[in-house]
């Protein structure tokens, strides 16, 4: 079933596809085109900014999916509010709670004592807001890197198995806190990188492509 919040898939495409389209294997790969086009600007935003707030995540959406959606920027709050999003046996934050959700992965992934020994604690809180419609994985996956990066740390996602990863993450939304994601994580968790290497860093990541067999998917 082709998901259609809007109700209009049929006029408008697939979330409202700019082009109009609707063949899944198009809009992924137009999709994975807009995220490299933008990822520079991404990373470009957050290094001018003292402290990541929720509007700075909405902003790296927008830098990376402008050129696919109207609505890139806009979290479900705005235009889904009233739909609760799954995948698998995963129920994330409702449309109004997922600001808060993000706002507390922020928080702790912005604490210099909590971000090195649990980068993965952070990037469930970070999931489970899941804000956006679509290109969420993609989108946190740059603002994970980017608190990472303010940490000291950098984690080599090029290296990481798709299977594994994904049912660390699912403890780890099931039972937040118990480090499911963080022991997944520690063996690939090494020094941080220089700035000017992260678009390359995450480029690198299998599954970008939107590739629904891959570790990071289309939404």
């Known amino acids: 079933m082709t998901f259609d919040p809007f109700g209009d898939f049929e006029t408008r495409g697939y979330l409202r596809y700019i082009a109009g389209e609707k063949d899944p294997d198009i809009v992924r790969r137009l999709e994975h085109n807009s995220f490299m086009t933008g990822i520079d600007e991404a990373f470009h935003h957050p290094a001018r900014i003292e402290r990541l707030t929720y ?8 830098a990376l999916f402008e050129a696919v959606y109207p609505w890139a920027g806009q979290d479900r709050s705005r235009n889904a509010p009233d739909i609760a999003v799954s995948k698998g046996e995963v129920l994330f934050a ?9 706002e507390y992965g922020l928080r702790l992934g912005q604490d210099r004592s909590v971000m090195p020994g649990k980068p993965g604690e952070v990037m469930g809180y970070l999931a489970y807001g899941h804000p956006f419609l679509d290109g969420n994985g993609r989108t946190i996956m740059v603002v994970h890197t980017e608190l990472a990066q303010r940490a000291g740390i950098a984690i080599d996602w090029a290296a990481t198995d ?3 990863y994904l049912a660390a993450l699912t403890h780890a939304l099931d039972s937040p806190g118990k480090g499911h994601l963080d022991h997944y994580l520690k063996p690939y968790m090494r020094p941080a990188i220089g700035r000017e290497n992260l678009a390359r860093h995450i480029s690198q990541t299998r599954g970008l492509d939107g590739n629904p067999n891959q570790a990071f998917g289309s939404n």
């Open 94 to 102: 409702h449309p109004k709670d997922a600001q808060a959700a993000v």
């Open 55 to 62: 509007r700075d995540v909405l902003d790296t959406h927008k």
């Open 162 to 164: 798709k299977t594994a």
